[in-house]
């Protein structure tokens, strides 16, 4: 089906990309608008991929003429004075946009919300009154004869206005075959009967205040056989997998890991398996294993379809996620869809003869110099307007999902938001536990709409290099509440990182101390954490060949209890908030200490990072136990309430006398 996906919502003067899925670049497709607002004077052209820039508030509707029908997609504008503050690149070299040329999916249906409006793209929106985004979820059920959906609604942590205040716009997706007149809608929920309900049935809403409207989150109904006949069942296609959510992510730098053994670097993962079984890793990200360009780091492909040769064949891939898979582990691919190597076959082509059929997929600078971002001189920018070039990744990537459990997309930013809702909603489709992973710096919260499950927490790296700076510890806490304060709704799940292949080893740059506590603050704080190979025992390079045999054990076995307490407490889970609770630094330096609380319902836990060098004794709520839950030791100090922390202390708590 050559449907072009769900609605979008943008500002006016953003651009919307308008493009065929799983298209055949030798078939025909057309677009024109249908409807525009009263006062646009918009027009698409006559490309397969087109930009719609809305001139004016109100309702647009492309159709595309395809192959296979005529296909209509909605774009709701908002107006233009609106939008928000953030400015990032539209995923075409060269182009800065702001967020609608990033602009997040909306909804269809030929309804429309009242209510203030705006626009919310990437940073908060501006408001004199120092507001910004509102967030949303849905929450989707079927109750007696009706399918339902309702709406969770937060005004932006610094608004004026309240929930009561914000207005909820639901509408239909345009490719789902649902009449408008059995819908019944409220304030704060959709209802639909079931037997209005096609074979499946999407829901997009957002909460539109003062300042900005929400991402859009989408709910779904899909009718499934029984035994019986037929049953409808709710979802939400924009969480993250449950197996994700409290993921213990170790990356491996594919070519290092073996350090100075002879094993072949697929045979050296597997030989290593028991240890990281032992460590509570879960997901394993390996850097890319495609034929490349030969820079070690591998993200230069020169053939998007084959393993790089010197790391082995395909079946010994195979043979590494099997037995991976066969451990319990999870395996992420990291893909990458930006550009390709300059010493590609197809890049050659293009560039030594302009009448190449390959001159069209890349784009260009000069006749013989590409596109590409950082003047990086290896890479060459593909043209998604171009259909091959779609369809050649589209069947990369079919090719790699059905051998791995999710995707770590590179470079997320620089690719067309609609291209990745269609990546999104094939891998989903085929396998609803499927994670797409978005490296995106900084983070982006329209991201969560449809594109990616979970999220590089970029904001919380940097605060954990403050702290281990010398910056005030309470940073950490800042960086958390940031999710909210741009616009990240509830459900959107994060990795928390400290370093990685293509930062400085942390413990390099701040000290033992320091990594010890911001160690502490990635298996603590709401997120997966996420371990670089070697990180976990006191690895100094950064891409080197991991030196085994220079293990320090101690601090190896402080990684192994950090991850047995976050595998263990339920306080630590994804469904527990964070909460601010009252502490003293009796001794010590004050703002080289943090304490926090984790909590659900039932469970509780006081958490404490010191990221000073020396010991420091911190009086925390009397509701907090004394002893440590990942040294197993007391660490109660003289005089009442006060414990004694080396780096991190992890206190379970009573969650009814902690009065959260």
Same mark, same amino acid.
């Given at each position: 089906m050559?449907?072009?996906?769900p609605?979008k919502?943008?500002a006016t003067? $953003?651009e919307v990309?308008?493009?065929?899925?799983?298209?055949d670049?030798s078939?025909?497709?057309?677009?024109?608008?249908t409807r525009?607002?009263d006062?646009?004077t918009?027009t698409?052209?006559d490309? /397969?991929? &087109?930009?719609?820039v /809305?001139?004016?508030?109100g309702?647009?509707? @492309?159709?595309?003429?395809?192959?296979?029908?005529?296909?209509e997609?909605?774009?709701?504008?908002?107006?233009?004075?609106?939008?928000?503050?953030g400015?990032h690149t539209s995923g075409?070299?060269?182009?800065?946009?702001?967020?609608?040329g990033r602009?997040? /999916?909306?909804?269809?249906g030929?309804?429309?919300?009242?209510?203030?409006?705006?626009?919310?793209?990437?940073?908060?929106?501006?408001?004199?009154?120092g507001?910004?985004?509102p967030? %949303?979820?849905?929450?989707p059920?079927?109750e007696g004869?009706?399918?339902v959906?309702?709406?969770?609604?937060?005004p932006?942590?610094?608004?004026?206005?309240?929930?009561?205040?914000l207005a909820v716009?639901?509408l239909?997706?345009?490719?789902?075959?649902?009449?408008p007149?059995?819908?019944i809608?409220?304030e704060r929920?959709?209802?639909? =009967?079931?037997d209005?309900?096609?074979?499946?049935a999407?829901?997009?809403?957002v909460?539109?205040?003062e300042?900005?409207?929400?991402v859009?989150?989408?709910?779904?109904?899909t009718r499934?056989a029984?035994?019986g006949?037929?049953? *409808?069942?709710p979802g939400r296609?924009?969480?993250?997998?449950e197996?994700?959510?409290?993921?213990?992510?170790?990356?491996?730098?594919?070519?290092?890991f073996?350090?100075?053994?002879?094993?072949?670097?697929?045979d050296?993962i597997? $030989?290593r398996?028991?240890y990281?079984?032992s460590?509570?890793?879960?997901? %394993?990200?390996?850097?890319p294993? #495609?034929?490349?360009?030969?820079?070690?780091?591998?993200?230069?492909?020169t053939?998007f379809?084959?393993?790089?040769?010197d790391?082995g064949?395909?079946e010994d891939y195979?043979?590494f996620?099997?037995a991976?898979?066969?451990?319990g +582990?999870?395996?992420? +691919?990291?893909?990458?869809?930006?550009?390709s190597?300059?010493?590609? /076959?197809y890049f050659?082509?293009?560039?030594?003869?302009?009448?190449?059929?390959?001159r069209?997929?890349?784009?260009?600078r000069?006749e013989?110099?590409?596109?590409?971002?950082f003047?990086?001189?290896?890479?060459?920018?593909?043209? +998604?307007?171009?259909?091959?070039?779609?369809?050649?990744?589209l069947?990369?990537?079919a090719?790699?999902?059905e051998l791995?459990?999710?995707?770590?997309c590179?470079?997320?930013?620089? *690719?067309?938001?609609?291209?990745?809702?269609?990546?999104?909603d094939?891998?989903?489709?085929?396998?609803s536990?499927? #994670?797409l992973?978005? &490296?995106?710096?900084?983070?982006?919260?329209d +991201?969560?709409?449809? #594109?990616?499950?979970?999220?590089?927490?970029?904001t919380t790296?940097?605060a954990?290099?403050?702290?281990?700076?010398?910056?005030d510890?309470?940073?950490?806490l800042?960086?958390?509440?940031?999710?909210?304060?741009?616009g990240?709704?509830?459900?959107?799940?994060f990795?928390?990182?400290?370093?990685?292949?293509?930062?400085?080893?942390?413990l390099?740059?701040?000290?033992?101390?320091? @990594?010890?506590?911001a160690?502490?603050a990635l298996?603590?704080?709401p997120?997966?954490?996420l371990?670089?190979?070697?990180q976990e025992?006191?690895?100094?390079g950064?891409?080197d060949a991991?030196?085994?045999?220079?293990?320090?054990?101690s %601090?190896q076995?402080y990684?192994?209890d950090?991850?047995?307490?976050?595998?263990?407490?339920?306080?630590l889970s994804?469904?527990?908030?964070?909460?601010?609770?009252p502490?003293?630094?009796r &001794?010590?330096?004050?703002?080289?200490?943090? @304490?926090?609380?984790?909590?659900?319902?039932? $469970?509780?836990a006081?958490?404490? #990072?010191?990221?000073?060098t020396d010991?420091?004794t911190?009086?925390? =709520?009397?509701?907090a136990?004394?002893?440590?839950?990942?040294?197993?030791?007391?660490v109660?100090?003289?005089g009442?309430?006060?414990?004694?922390?080396?780096?991190?202390?992890v206190?379970?708590? $009573?969650?009814?006398?902690?009065?959260?």
């Amino acid at each position: 089906m050559h449907h072009p996906g769900p609605p979008k919502f943008v500002a006016t003067g $953003d651009e919307v990309e308008l493009a065929p899925r799983d298209p055949d670049p030798s078939a025909t497709y057309s677009w024109r608008l249908t409807r525009v607002p009263d006062g646009s004077t918009a027009t698409l052209g006559d490309d /397969p991929v &087109e930009h719609l820039v /809305p001139d004016a508030p109100g309702r647009y509707v @492309a159709r595309l003429s395809a192959p296979d029908g005529d296909h209509e997609v909605t774009v709701r504008a908002f107006p233009g004075a609106l939008r928000s503050s953030g400015i990032h690149t539209s995923g075409r070299s060269g182009r800065s946009g702001s967020s609608g040329g990033r602009s997040g /999916p909306g909804v269809s249906g030929g309804r429309s919300g009242s209510g203030p409006v705006g626009s919310g793209h990437g940073a908060q929106t501006g408001s004199g009154d120092g507001g910004g985004r509102p967030r %949303l979820t849905l929450r989707p059920a079927v109750e007696g004869d009706e399918a339902v959906v309702r709406a969770d609604v937060s005004p932006h942590p610094d608004a004026s206005e309240t929930a009561n205040d914000l207005a909820v716009e639901f509408l239909l997706d345009d490719r789902d075959e649902v009449d408008p007149d059995a819908v019944i809608e409220g304030e704060r929920e959709l209802r639909i =009967p079931l037997d209005a309900l096609p074979d499946r049935a999407r829901v997009h809403a957002v909460a539109v205040g003062e300042a900005g409207y929400s991402v859009p989150d989408q709910a779904e109904f899909t009718r499934t056989a029984t035994d019986g006949g037929s049953a *409808v069942v709710p979802g939400r296609p924009y969480d993250a997998p449950e197996w994700a959510e409290d993921a213990l992510i170790y990356e491996i730098y594919v070519r290092t890991f073996a350090g100075d053994g002879e094993d072949s670097p697929f045979d050296a993962i597997v $030989d290593r398996l028991d240890y990281l079984d032992s460590l509570g890793v879960d997901v %394993l990200w390996l850097t890319p294993v #495609l034929q490349n360009d030969h820079a070690p780091h591998g993200y230069n492909i020169t053939d998007f379809f084959a393993i790089a040769s010197d790391l082995g064949t395909r079946e010994d891939y195979e043979r590494f996620v099997e037995a991976a898979r066969d451990r319990g +582990f999870r395996v992420l +691919f990291d893909l990458v869809c930006n550009h390709s190597a300059r010493t590609h /076959p197809y890049f050659e082509a293009a560039r030594d003869d302009p009448d190449s059929e390959y001159r069209d997929w890349y784009e260009w600078r000069t006749e013989t110099e590409p596109e590409t971002y950082f003047e990086w001189e290896h890479i060459a920018n593909f043209d +998604f307007d171009h259909l091959p070039v779609r369809r050649h990744l589209l069947d990369a990537v079919a090719q790699w999902a059905e051998l791995v459990d999710g995707f770590r997309c590179d470079m997320a930013w620089a *690719v067309p938001d609609g291209f990745w809702r269609e990546i999104h909603d094939y891998c989903k489709d085929r396998d609803s536990e499927f #994670l797409l992973l978005d &490296e995106t710096i900084p983070y982006i919260p329209d +991201f969560q709409a449809g #594109l990616f499950d979970m999220h590089f927490d970029s904001t919380t790296y940097a605060a954990l290099r403050r702290a281990g700076g010398g910056d005030d510890a309470e940073t950490v806490l800042d960086a958390i509440d940031e999710r909210a304060r741009i616009g990240f709704p509830d459900h959107a799940s994060f990795m928390l990182y400290a370093e990685n292949h293509d930062e400085t080893r942390y413990l390099v740059d701040y000290g033992r101390p320091a @990594a010890e506590a911001a160690a502490g603050a990635l298996f603590t704080l709401p997120g997966s954490p996420l371990l670089y190979a070697g990180q976990e025992f006191g690895q100094r390079g950064r891409r080197d060949a991991l030196a085994w045999d220079h293990a320090d054990e101690s %601090l190896q076995a402080y990684v192994g209890d950090l991850s047995a307490a976050r595998h263990g407490l339920p306080a630590l889970s994804t469904d527990a908030d964070l909460v601010r609770v009252p502490y003293d630094v009796r &001794e010590g330096p004050s703002d080289r200490v943090v @304490a926090f609380a984790r909590a659900t319902e039932t $469970d509780a836990a006081v958490v404490v #990072l010191n990221f000073g060098t020396d010991p420091a004794t911190v009086e925390v =709520p009397d509701a907090a136990g004394e002893t440590d839950a990942v040294s197993g030791q007391s660490v109660a100090a003289d005089g009442d309430g006060a414990v004694t922390v080396d780096s991190v202390a992890v206190l379970p708590a $009573d969650a009814a006398a902690l009065d959260l």
